[in-house]
């Protein structure tokens, strides 16, 4: 396992939390308005989002290399977008059983092995979201179908694992949870860590 070196320690004096207003609050997110003391010792004024759920990402991959995308419009945006299948976790469930469930929900598919592959924060300058993502192996179909959310018209595409990361390369799937679980898969691929006919499948 990767050594994490010196140089990674935390250097200067931490921001400091003063005062904090709720601004606006959802099932999903809180906004508040806070003052705070910047590591340079000056006030500030920080607008910060909370989010309710950790992010989780699944990254299911057949045994012949391929992936599945999930196509649906996204509304911040106002566009199409292909992603990895993804959702939120509440913050006291197990980020697995979400990853599960959203799977399952999202594809129609159940896991025999599933790994945490990453985990990172998302736009850490105005928000505290976590995405924890998961490598899906030894897929097949759900006994039972799970409810789909009653928000979401979806589409699914099976792609060879190579056209999807270098399709993410190219910018045509932007979603940010999708580019690093791609390539995190393909480190992994490349690195060794996956089992050899997977990992051949996916970089072929």
């Not at 896991?111 to 979201?129: C, F, G, H, P, Y």
Request: charged residues 20%.
């Amino acid at each position: 396992m990767l050594q994490k070196p010196a140089w990674l320690r935390p250097h200067g004096t931490p921001w400091k939390a003063g005062d904090e207003q709720l601004v606006y609050e959802s099932g999903w997110i809180r906004v508040t308005d806070q003052t705070a003391t910047a590591p340079t010792g000056n006030p500030a004024r920080y607008g910060l989002v909370r989010f309710k759920n950790v992010a989780v990402a699944v990254l299911p991959v057949h045994e012949d290399g391929t992936v599945v995308l999930v196509g649906q419009h996204r509304f911040p945006h106002g566009d199409y977008s292909w992603e990895l299948p993804e959702g939120g976790a509440p913050l006291d469930e197990d980020p697995l059983a979400g990853a599960r469930r959203e799977l399952a929900e999202e594809t129609g598919l159940a896991a025999a092995e599933w790994r945490q592959i990453l985990k990172t924060q998302l736009s850490n300058s105005v928000t505290d979201e976590w995405m924890i993502g998961y490598l899906a192996l030894g897929l097949s179909d759900v006994p039972v179908a799970h409810p789909a959310d009653d928000t979401e018209a979806i589409t699914l595409v099976r792609v060879p694992f190579r056209e999807a990361l270098d399709l993410a390369m190219a910018g045509y799937l932007p979603d940010m949870l999708t580019v690093a679980m791609l390539l995190r898969g393909y480190h992994m691929a490349s690195e060794g860590s996956l089992p050899g006919a997977v990992a051949r499948a996916m970089l072929r």
